[in-house]
């Protein structure tokens, strides 16, 4: 007579539970470390017991002694028992071996997304009689136009036709400055308002002079 005894599949979550028995039910589960197995002797309650598989996957049993149960199935175990006890016994013994839980490796949880690089941007700096001076953050390939409307234009006091672009050459730390003469930029004489921009550059918006 053989006899599987499943007590703990039921404690596995659901989506487990179902599969795992299916598979020990019809015999063809190989054990593993981590798994607890129930041996139960008929003739001699004491040696019945639950049972887990460590990791060298030979559990130990009075009488029986060291028992391989790592890749076998509860059947080959308990016909491997069976067979170590049956000296001790004037008769047979009838021994069950049986699957009280399946062990089930802890998931990882998912390793998080890799946050995309922000998109790369340039620092311009506007001094002066400016709609909003300071710090503007533009993207690569701006213009001076395109700076100018982000910055809100000018205030009333500003000298539009005397505006400067200075730059400073990263290497030689030296400075160029540019007239801009936004004036004729607006008139469309002039295509200076599509210069572009670089990083660190440095727009000057002077206040107008007396009769200017």
Known sequence: MRRILLVALAAL?????????????DGGYALKPGDVITIEVLEDPGLNRAALVPPDGRINLPLAGAVQAEGRT?????????????????????????????????????????????????????????????????????????AIAQMGGFTPFAATERLQLRRTDPSTRRETVYPINYETIERGASPNGGVTLQDGDVIVVPQRRLFE
Do not use: H, K, W, Y
């Open 13 to 25: 979550p659901g989506a487990l539970a179902q599969p795992m028995a299916a598979i020990a039910q």
């Open 74 to 146: 509860v059947e080959q175990v308990q016909a491997e028992i069976a067979s170590r006890l049956a000296p001790n016994f004037a008769t047979p013994p009838n021994v069950f071996v049986g699957v009280q839980s399946i062990f089930v490796p802890p998931q990882r949880p998912p390793t998080p997304p890799v946050p995309a690089a922000p998109p790369p941007t340039i620092d311009v700096f506007v001094i002066g009689e400016a709609g909003t001076p300071g710090r503007l953050t533009l993207e690569p390939g701006s213009t001076l136009l395109q």
